[in-house]
């Protein structure tokens, strides 16, 4: 288990072109909300408007760990982004130049080539854990965090409420229902990470995957470097390229 994602180089990639990388990180899309949704997600349609906010600790993750979390859902949501752009809190000076050295702040807007946009926030310097997703949609409106999920249909009525805990299958109420662990969401995102079976499919990312996760975090942490719009699509095609190599 690590709190951190890799590949956060472009050395990693060539250390391991062909490995998957099976690290457990705290995943929202491996969460017991995301599995309780999964349904209710896959059926929900074409999404307009994606917006995703990461936060947490600086001991719970650098702003790349919840960057990637991001990703990992809008490249599950979405299409790959046509273009990237992107801004980072300058108060620690200019934006590094690899990933696993991002801290502070980022905000990222992203958009498809049939139409959706997204919003993402991300940060490491929040004094509590905090996951949510908010999709809206011709079918209506759904938000999605750690402690469950909400469905709204075009005309505003909430159709689906569903909270973690309160499933009748026990594999699906990982949290603990203690007050403490309610406290401090971080910790429990973290104890289930820790409690998911080793070789869970959430885990496993196939080469493609990386590179593609990759490419996308990495495109956001240029497009705030330089201020210019990036292509992820280019990147993957550079990144593939060297590793194939």
């Known amino acids: 288990v690590s ?25 929202l899309t491996g969460s017991a909300a995301w599995r309780l949704a999964a349904d209710a997600i ?16 600086p001991a719970e993750g650098s702003v ?14 979405l299409t790959l982004p046509a273009g990237v752009t992107a801004g980072m809190d300058r108060g620690r000076g200019d934006v590094p130049e690899h990933l696993a050295a991002l801290r502070g702040a980022m905000a990222v807007e992203l958009r498809g080539d049939d139409g959706w946009c ?12 905090s996951r949510r997703v908010t999709a809206t949609g ?8 750690d402690g469950g999920f909400t469905r709204w249909d ?14 009748d299958d026990g594999d699906d109420a990982t949290r603990p229902a203690d007050p403490a662990t309610d406290e401090d969401p971080g910790t429990a995102a973290i104890v289930e990470t820790i409690a998911r079976p080793a070789g869970d499919p ?5 080469r493609d995957r990386r590179i593609r996760l990759y490419a996308l975090c990495e495109a956001a942490r240029l497009a705030s470097r330089t201020g210019e719009r990036e292509s992820p699509g280019r990147l993957i095609g550079v990144f593939g390229h060297v590793t194939d190599g």
């Open 118 to 129: 997204a919003t993402l926030a991300c940060t490491d310097t929040a004094p509590i854990w």
């Open 3 to 27: 709190l951190e994602p890799r590949p956060a180089r472009l050395p990693d990639f060539l250390a391991e072109p062909d490995g998957d990388d099976d690290v457990r990180t705290p995943r």
């Open 42 to 57: 896959a059926e929900f349609g074409p999404i307009r408007l994606l917006e995703i906010a990461m936060a947490g600790r």
């Open 64 to 77: 790349h760990a919840r960057l990637h979390d991001a990703m990992d859902v809008l490249d599950r949501l």
């Open 202 to 206: 959430v885990d496993r990312l196939s």
């Open 154 to 167: 075009p005309d505003g009525r909430r159709v689906e409420h569903l909270r973690v805990g309160d499933a």
């Open 138 to 145: 011709d079918a209506g409106r759904f938000v999605l965090d």
